[in-house]
């Protein structure tokens, strides 16, 4: 009776760890599975994790308006065009900010042509502060 409970109770383990992990969010663009409507900044906690994604996400010549479809309006994040006479035309910066054990932000800034496409790659900055 022992080992049929045992054996029982084994595969009800198993059997929640591979739907635990059948289930899990794709935070990889590069999966055919990535749902880009599915994006969270919390998803990320470094600067090197999240650079290469917002980089796939958005290559050079990515539209503004999907670039702020997924920071801002998907991904809760801030944006505040940058001064035209310090910066330029067209750069605009987005701040999420959030808290784990600490507060943190990520800070990205896109420079945008006269189209309103990205003209490089987002510059992309992550840092906590003690409490």
Known sequence: MRIAVFNLFF?????????ACA????????????????????DYSS??????????MFP????????E???VDIGQA???????????ENQVRYTYRYRKMMPCSFILKADYDSNQRLKDE????????AL
């Open 11 to 19: 595969v009800l383990v198993v059997c929640v760890s591979v739907a």
């Open 23 to 42: 289930s899990s969010k794709v935070t990889d663009p590069r999966d055919p599975k990535f749902d880009a409507t599915q994006f969270r900044f919390e």
């Open 47 to 56: 600067k090197s994790e999240i650079s290469p994604i917002i980089h796939h």
């Open 60 to 67: 050079v010549g990515t539209d503004r308006s999907y670039v």
């Open 69 to 71: 479809k997924i920071l």
């Open 78 to 88: 801030s944006s505040f065009p940058l001064p035209e006479k310090i910066f330029g």
């Open 122 to 129: 987002i510059w992309i900055n992550f840092g906590c502060s």
